[in-house]
C-alpha cells in the first residue's frame, strides 16, 4: 500500500468512526437516564448496554490488540451489567473509546494496515485493516438497535 493510499483510507475509516459515533448520539442523547437503562420489550438489550458492548468491543480488539492499551474485556458485564453507570459516563467512556479508535487509525502507516491480527472470539480478521473494517460494521449494526429501541422508548 502506497503512503498516499494508506493515508486515503485512514481518513474514511477515521471519519466513518465519528459518522457512527454522531449517529448514536443522535439517537441516545435525547434519552434520559431512565429510558437509557430500561428495556422497551421483555427480551433483548437496552440501550445503555448496547453502548457498553461497542464501547468494551472497541476497546478490545482496536485498543487492546492495535493500540496496546491494556484494556481487560469483560464482556459478559457489558449486557449484565447490575450497578450500571451513569447514561453520560457511559457516553464518556465511549466517546473517549471512539477518540483512542480514530488516533489508532491515523497512527497507521502504509506497513501497518496488513500487519498480522489475532484476537479471541476474531477468527475472521487476519490484518489491522480487516479489524477496522469489521469493528466499524459491528459498531454501526449496534447503532441500528439503538435506533429501533429509541423509537420505541420514545413512545413510551
Known sequence: MTAEVSETVGTGLAAYYEYV????????????????????????????????????????????????????????REFTEKQPPHKDEALQAFDRTIAMVVATIQKQRAEDWGKAYTADREPEAEDRFQIFVRCAGHAYHHVGQIVYLSRELART
Open 21 to 76: 459515533a454522531a449517529d448514536l448520539h443522535k439517537w441516545v442523547d435525547p434519552l434520559s437516564n431512565d429510558q437509557f437503562w430500561r428495556k422497551p420489550y421483555p427480551y433483548g438489550n437496552t440501550v445503555g448496554h448496547l453502548v457498553l458492548h461497542v464501547t468494551g468491543n472497541l476497546n478490545y480488539y482496536i485498543g487492546a490488540r492495535v493500540a496496546k492499551t491494556g484494556y481487560v474485556r469483560d464482556r459478559d
